[in-house]
């Protein structure tokens, strides 16, 4: 070991007290590697390190002719050949290695620097997307002042920032606006759809705001739009989802469908009239598709009855046939039409004042929720018979779907008239129908908007608004001491029921808002429409808000509804709000 360290080291000549004396000028005449040296390493008597000497003799200590002789075999080296190894073409193939060895170690550490420096370049120049944790801002909306303006404006706000990506003139006041894609699958650009208060119905394309088509108002003839545009499956066969829209003439019982090409904005057919007798809020019209493929309408006034897709098409093609896809039948539908076979077929009659598609969780098609007076009746989507009936007064607000309980059945949270100036929150169980939460809340607003956002484990976190509540853990519900005129933005989690997260509050009234979700960061990102006080011959203030969930769970203010045991500690909640991740609903309405 002695005289390997010394070859390591270059330092020739040196004696070890153990081992034979070390020759230089043997050595240089041999570029032996260590292993080598190693296998042939003289012992102090003479024999090789590996045990014995070839030849089972001892030669005598120190002599130079011993030790010369003694090197001899280590050239004659006998090859698999049979014949001796050449020494000179030893140490060209050993310089060949060593040459080779050198420039693979100089390739490997080129390119492992040239790595490094393009993994700095991009890290340095190339820009990252924003990430938009904590992106929160509000835009103020009104006219431009010394411009003629026309009757409304379509404006398109950055979802980043809120600046003003297009906008554009509409001749009358929106009643709705619904982005989709009609030509699902493919590769084309997302639409708006535009409805108006009166006889506006157009498409927009959503990236430029570059109108594709408008309904001439011709061809509603002597009617007036009675809600928002409604998408079918494709009619016309040319690959683009249609459209139907129900138009109202000057007295109730003329209700006129009007079909309209997707590509075109042409009608599909001369319109189709109903006579409908009924007493209350106009129901529909939305499109229901039963698990085995038939499409039916439903709408109704304070009543739901249905008419079949394909009864519309053949009456507006003024034929008896239609296409294969319209062809289907549900029989329990079916089963529910008049005596004398009248296209319409009665759902239900019971004061209706809202009409909801929630998804069914044992079955390929949706189930319908109704909102009456009296309160909640779930309707299986197969047959129409009540799944649970639930006994509500005072309903303010469409029921919202999210996920409260672990059954992976949708649930409902419901705003209740609970005297002057107070609103109960409550979750319904959508397998039962009872109640598995309530809280009463002080708000002065006439209807403000709930919603609900889906996280990757099954739950939802929903959103409501209500007046200051005391963030002391009180035993009965204690208003707080602003006025009125504020208020805040309330978070319920299913795994928290005993708290709320204050996350934001507004001074105007609440009139819309909506839940988007970023794919990326898997953040969701509450959208707020309000509007202060109008002044005469002004126009009331418009306000368009956006708030990051995520960010917002962080830094909210924890209210304590009730004493809960364990008490839940700050730092828990943190923990456990940092790891929610948001996803886009599995349900649709």
Same mark, same amino acid.
């Given at each position: 070991?002695?005289?390997?360290? /010394?070859?390591?080291?270059?330092?020739?000549?040196?004696?070890?007290?153990?081992?034979?004396?070390?020759?230089? $000028?043997?050595?240089?005449? /041999?570029?032996?590697?260590?292993?080598?040296?190693?296998?042939? #390493?003289?012992?102090? +008597?003479?024999?090789?390190?590996?045990?014995?000497?070839?030849?089972?003799?001892?030669?005598?200590?120190?002599?130079?002719?011993?030790?010369?002789?003694?090197?001899?075999?280590?050239?004659?080296?006998?090859?698999?050949?049979?014949?001796?190894?050449?020494?000179?073409?030893?140490?060209?193939?050993?310089?060949?290695?060593?040459?080779?060895?050198?420039?693979?170690?100089?390739?490997?550490?080129?390119?492992?620097?040239?790595?490094?420096?393009?993994?700095?370049?991009?890290?340095?120049?190339?820009?990252?997307?924003?990430?938009?944790?904590?992106?929160?801002?509000?835009?103020? %909306?009104?006219?431009?002042?010394?411009?003629?303006?026309?009757?409304?404006?379509?404006?398109?706000?950055?979802?980043? +920032?809120?600046?003003?990506?297009?906008?554009?003139?509409?001749?009358?006041?929106?009643?709705?606006?619904?982005?989709?894609?009609?030509?699902?699958?493919?590769?084309?650009?997302?639409?708006?759809?535009?409805?108006?208060?009166?006889?506006?119905?157009?498409?927009?394309?959503?990236?430029?705001?570059?109108?594709?088509?408008?309904?001439?108002?011709?061809?509603?003839?002597?009617?007036?739009?009675?809600?928002?545009?409604?998408?079918?499956?494709?009619?016309?066969?040319?690959?683009?989802?249609?459209?139907?829209?129900?138009?109202?003439?000057?007295?109730?019982?003329?209700?006129?469908?009007? #079909?309209? =090409?997707?590509?075109?904005?042409?009608?599909?057919?001369?319109?189709?009239?109903?006579?409908?007798?009924?007493?209350? +809020?106009?129901?529909? @019209?939305?499109?229901?598709?039963?698990?085995?493929?038939?499409?039916?309408?439903?709408?109704?006034?304070?009543?739901?009855?249905?008419?079949?897709?394909?009864?519309?098409?053949?009456?507006?093609?003024?034929?008896?046939?239609?296409?294969?896809?319209?062809?289907?039948?549900?029989?329990?539908?079916?089963?529910?039409?008049?005596?004398? %076979?009248?296209?319409?077929?009665?759902?239900?009659?019971?004061?209706?004042?809202?009409?909801?598609?929630?998804?069914?969780?044992?079955?390929?098609?949706?189930?319908?929720?109704?909102?009456?007076?009296?309160? &909640?009746?779930?309707?299986?989507?197969?047959?129409?018979?009540?799944?649970?009936?639930?006994?509500?007064?005072?309903?303010?607000?469409?029921?919202? @779907?999210?996920?409260?309980?672990?059954?992976?059945?949708?649930?409902? &949270?419901?705003?209740?008239?609970? *005297?002057?100036?107070?609103?109960?929150?409550?979750?319904?169980?959508? !397998?039962?129908?009872?109640?598995?939460?309530?809280? =009463?809340?002080?708000?002065?607003?006439?209807?403000?908007?709930?919603?609900?956002?889906?996280?990757?484990?099954?739950?939802?976190?929903? %959103?409501?608004?209500?007046?200051?509540?005391?963030?002391?853990?009180?035993?009965?519900?204690?208003?707080?001491?602003?006025?009125?005129? #504020?208020?805040?933005?309330? #978070?319920?989690?299913?795994?928290?029921?005993?708290?709320?997260?204050?996350?934001?509050?507004?001074? *105007?009234?609440?009139?819309?808002?909506?839940?988007?979700? +970023? !794919?990326?960061?898997?953040?969701?990102?509450?959208?707020?429409?309000?509007?202060?006080?109008?002044?005469?011959?002004?126009?009331?203030?418009?306000?368009?808000?956006?708030?990051? $969930?995520?960010?917002?769970?962080?830094?909210?203010?924890?209210?304590? %509804?009730?004493?809960?045991?364990?008490?839940?500690?700050?730092?828990?909640?943190?923990?456990?709000? /940092?790891?929610?991740?948001?996803?886009?609903?599995?349900?649709?309405?």
């Amino acid at each position: 070991m002695a005289t390997v360290l /010394s070859r390591a080291l270059k330092l020739p000549g040196k004696k070890s007290p153990d081992l034979g004396e070390y020759d230089p $000028l043997t050595q240089a005449d /041999s570029d032996e590697s260590e292993d080598d040296l190693v296998l042939n #390493l003289q012992q102090k +008597n003479g024999g090789v390190k590996n045990g014995k000497s070839p030849l089972g003799e001892a030669p005598e200590p120190d002599s130079d002719a011993e030790v010369a002789g003694a090197a001899k075999p280590r050239h004659l080296e006998v090859t698999a050949e049979g014949y001796p190894s050449d020494p000179l073409g030893g140490l060209e193939q050993k310089a060949t290695s060593s040459i080779v060895s050198y420039v693979r170690t100089s390739v490997f550490l080129l390119t492992l620097v040239i790595s490094m420096i393009l993994v700095l370049v991009c890290a340095f120049l190339i820009p990252c997307p924003p990430r938009d944790l904590h992106s929160t801002w509000s835009r103020h %909306l009104g006219p431009q002042g010394g411009v003629s303006r026309p009757a409304a404006v379509l404006v398109c706000l950055s979802g980043m +920032n809120g600046s003003t990506l297009w906008s554009t003139p509409l001749p009358e006041e929106a009643r709705d606006v619904t982005c989709m894609d009609l030509m699902p699958g493919s590769v084309a650009e997302t639409i708006c759809l535009v409805t108006g208060t009166h006889k506006m119905l157009s498409v927009f394309n959503a990236t430029s705001g570059k109108a594709i088509w408008t309904l001439k108002p011709d061809y509603l003839s002597n009617g007036t739009l009675a809600a928002p545009g409604v998408v079918l499956p494709d009619l016309d066969g040319d690959g683009v989802r249609d459209l139907v829209v129900l138009a109202i003439g000057d007295s109730q019982p003329d209700l006129c469908f009007l #079909l309209v =090409s997707g590509r075109t904005g042409h009608p599909v057919g001369r319109p189709v009239k109903y006579n409908i007798v009924g007493v209350g +809020n106009l129901i529909g @019209p939305q499109v229901y598709i039963t698990a085995n493929g038939a499409v039916y309408i439903l709408f109704g006034f304070g009543n739901i009855q249905a008419v079949a897709l394909r009864d519309i098409f053949v009456q507006a093609q003024n034929r008896d046939s239609s296409p294969p896809s319209l062809q289907i039948e549900e029989p329990e539908w079916e089963k529910r039409r008049a005596i004398n %076979l009248s296209e319409l077929i009665d759902i239900y009659s019971d004061g209706v004042e809202l009409l909801q598609m929630v998804k069914a969780p044992d079955a390929n098609c949706s189930n319908l929720l109704i909102t009456t007076g009296q309160g &909640l009746v779930l309707l299986r989507g197969q047959n129409l018979t009540p799944y649970w009936t639930v006994s509500l007064q005072g309903l303010r607000s469409q029921p919202t @779907p999210g996920y409260f309980t672990d059954d992976e059945t949708l649930d409902f &949270l419901l705003q209740i008239e609970d *005297g002057v100036g107070m609103r109960k929150m409550v979750v319904v169980d959508g !397998d039962s129908g009872s109640i598995t939460w309530s809280y =009463s809340a002080p708000c002065h607003m006439r209807e403000t908007p709930t919603t609900s956002a889906v996280t990757s484990d099954q739950k939802s976190v929903f %959103l409501f608004w209500a007046e200051a509540l005391s963030a002391a853990p009180p035993n009965s519900d204690v208003q707080g001491t602003e006025p009125p005129s #504020l208020h805040h933005l309330y #978070l319920l989690h299913p795994a928290f029921p005993s708290i709320l997260l204050d996350l934001a509050n507004a001074t *105007g009234t609440v009139t819309a808002s909506e839940v988007g979700i +970023n !794919d990326l960061w898997k953040d969701a990102f509450y959208v707020t429409r309000t509007t202060g006080p109008s002044s005469e011959g002004h126009p009331a203030p418009l306000v368009v808000s956006k708030l990051s $969930l995520r960010w917002a769970m962080m830094e909210g203010q924890v209210v304590q %509804l009730k004493e809960s045991t364990p008490k839940i500690g700050r730092g828990e909640l943190r923990r456990f709000f /940092s790891r929610i991740k948001f996803v886009d609903s599995p349900y649709q309405l």
